[in-house]
């Protein structure tokens, strides 16, 4: 998936996945070394989140469910816990910096770019995220 800021015409990442499971939101990024640029995890339906047992630092954005940035919370060290603001539904876990490079803040408009194959050609559906 590709997470861009409309509001200010820059990208978050181009390679964020996204943790669908139990599984895959229980695990997040434990275990990586690092996040590189154009990385990240999207939650949906996310309360929470912390650093705990990572070892490197993450800023981490919080939307509503219109993708309109409610929170940043920028270099988040390992070992913290960052409440969503009311009205959250989408958390993003991105590689330390990338709020400051997209010049991202609360009130911008994200824009989530899904890649899905329609009769086996991939296609790119761009919609804002709702």
Do not use: W
């Not at 219109?66 to 920028?74: D, E, F, I, M, S």
């Not at 539904?89 to 408009?109: C, H, K, N, V, W």
């Amino acid at each position: 998936m590709i997470v861009r800021n409309a509001a200010r015409n820059t990208t978050l990442g181009e390679a964020i996945a996204v943790a669908a499971t139990a599984a895959q939101r229980v695990r997040g990024l434990l275990g990586r070394e690092c996040l590189e640029d154009g990385q990240g995890l999207l939650f949906k339906n996310c309360a929470s989140l912390h650093t705990f047992f990572m070892t490197f630092p993450i800023d981490i954005i919080y939307a509503d469910r219109k993708g309109k940035v409610l929170k940043v919370a920028p270099s988040v060290k390992p070992f913290k816990l960052v409440a969503a603001p009311m009205r959250a539904f989408y958390a993003i876990e991105l590689p330390d910096g990338a709020i400051e490079r997209s010049r991202t803040q609360a009130g911008d408009m994200l824009l989530l770019d899904e890649e899905i194959e329609i009769l086996g050609v991939p296609e790119i559906t761009q919609k804002y995220a709702a």
